[in-house]
């Protein structure tokens, strides 16, 4: 509809709708991303959640500094005991050509 304008309003439910959520967004300000994480409490506390969230900004920023990089080779910065669990954790979904 011309003249139109649209934003996103956040609306929080206090519940979980997913075990973990990613939810990111652009942030057409300043070009960067903004996102929040949700989570199940009964399964993750915040301090898990927190690592959680700085391995991936680790990974993110890896893959934006050599966009060639393949994503598991950014996992090793996460530790060799959270690659192993990445890794194994991965072999049961269906792979999906880079």
Do not use: H, Y
Request: aromatic share 8%; with cysteine; net charge negative.
């Amino acid at each position: 509809m011309p003249g139109l304008t649209v934003s996103m309003e956040p609306i929080p439910t206090g519940t979980a709708k997913f075990d973990l959520f990613f939810n990111l967004a652009p942030d057409e300000s300043d070009g960067s991303v903004m996102g929040e994480i949700e989570c199940a409490t009964d399964l993750f506390d915040r301090s898990t959640v927190e690592q959680i969230a700085a391995r991936f900004v680790r990974v993110v920023e890896q893959v934006v500094a050599d966009p060639s990089i393949r994503t598991g080779g950014a996992f090793p910065t996460a530790g060799p005991s959270t690659t192993r669990g990445i890794t194994s954790s991965t072999r049961t979904w269906s792979r999906v050509p880079a």
